[in-house]
């Protein structure tokens, strides 16, 4: 199980496979691999996204691609395979024989349907349509589609936040308290540094201090992202103890701060060339139409094998008695 401070990281790197990932705690995730654009095969795909997985040291990791999130996390779960790619007419056979327990279901309501002998998947996909819901009320639909394999949902991306850490070992027992203001902002100025550049700010940061009486913290929040330096350096020494015994006897100090991250913004254009022969085919239509000034009439073949779409067929204006040679010319 990956800790919480590599957590982040390893979706972060995980976000490189797809720009859509959904965290499923406490180890594991899903990757949305349905991009409009044409990718990896899902062996390769597969592949990437494991070995990324086991740089970070998870070696014992399983991956499961199906068409919906809950067939491929049973994939994962009970695949042959590390890697058990299921294509859609392969899910139904997949499914069958794998018992209701193996979906997560509470071991209460698995042993009420196991009564009835629904004890397989295969049983709930072969009952009628709506008939689970006798047996299991609320819980019923969500669980009769995933035994049939139709539990598709588009994914709900999460990006953990940014956690940022600096500490500062000390050569004597400090109890100053302007000293102790003075380390903690020569530890949280490089930290804030950092979210600047990133264009971020912080909505909670800590101060931890060790010393002879132990470990003391203080935490501040603010309601807003910030990477106001005496703002937080206020908030911090406000949130110490009243009775001092954060100021005296430290032998070191820590500063955390914790970022919020939104998802970078994906820009769309609208140049962007439809994917497959017949977005090719309607990227030409409407410029060969936008040459010929928008006139009705219809597409002649002209040249199929020209790289350019637009160049493959000649418009034809309705009523014309001469074909353009192209339709620029129109």
């Known amino acids: 199980m990956p800790s919480a401070e590599v957590w982040p990281a390893l979706l972060d790197a995980l976000g490189a496979h797809s720009p859509t990932v959904e965290p499923e705690p406490p180890a594991g995730c899903w990757l949305d691999l349905r991009g409009g654009r044409r990718g990896l095969s899902p062996p390769k795909a597969g592949a990437a996204i494991l070995g990324t997985v086991r740089d970070w040291g998870y070696g014992e990791a399983r991956l499961g691609i ?25 899910v139904a056979a997949f499914l069958a024989p794998l018992p209701i327990a193996a979906t997560g279901l509470p071991a209460d309501l698995a042993d009420r349907l196991a ?7 295969g049983d709930l996909a072969a009952l009628p349509r709506g008939a689970l819901g006798d047996y299991l009320g609320p819980a019923a639909p969500a669980l009769e589609a995933l035994a049939r394999g139709e539990d598709d949902r588009p994914l709900r991306p999460t990006r953990p936040p940014l956690v940022l850490t600096a500490r500062r070992e000390l050569d004597w027992a400090l109890d100053d308290h302007a000293q102790l203001a003075t380390i903690a902002t020569r530890l949280l100025a490089p930290l804030l540094a950092t979210l600047r550049r990133q264009g971020l700010g912080t909505t909670r940061a800590t101060l931890t201090l060790y010393g002879e009486r132990g470990e003391v913290n203080a935490t501040a929040r603010t309601a807003r992202p910030t990477t106001d330096g005496d703002l937080l350096l206020r908030l911090l020494l406000a949130a110490l103890p009243n009775d001092g015994a954060g100021e005296r006897g430290i032998t070191a100090v820590a500063t955390t701060l914790i970022s919020p991250r939104p998802f970078a913004g994906q820009q769309a254009s609208f140049f962007d060339v439809p994917q ?18 928008g006139d009705l009439g219809h597409l002649h073949p002209a040249d199929l094998a020209h790289p350019l779409p637009e160049r493959r067929y000649r418009f034809v204006v309705a009523g014309d008695a001469a074909e353009p040679a192209h339709p620029e010319d129109a």
């Open 115 to 121: 009564l009835v002998g629904l004890r397989r998947l």
């Open 276 to 293: 497959g022969r017949r977005g090719l085919l309607a990227l030409g239509v409407a410029e060969t139409q936008r040459r010929a000034g």
């Open 66 to 90: 199906a068409p919906t999130p809950g067939v491929a996390r049973l994939a994962a779960w009970h695949g042959a395979e590390s890697v058990t790619i299921l294509a859609p007419p392969d």
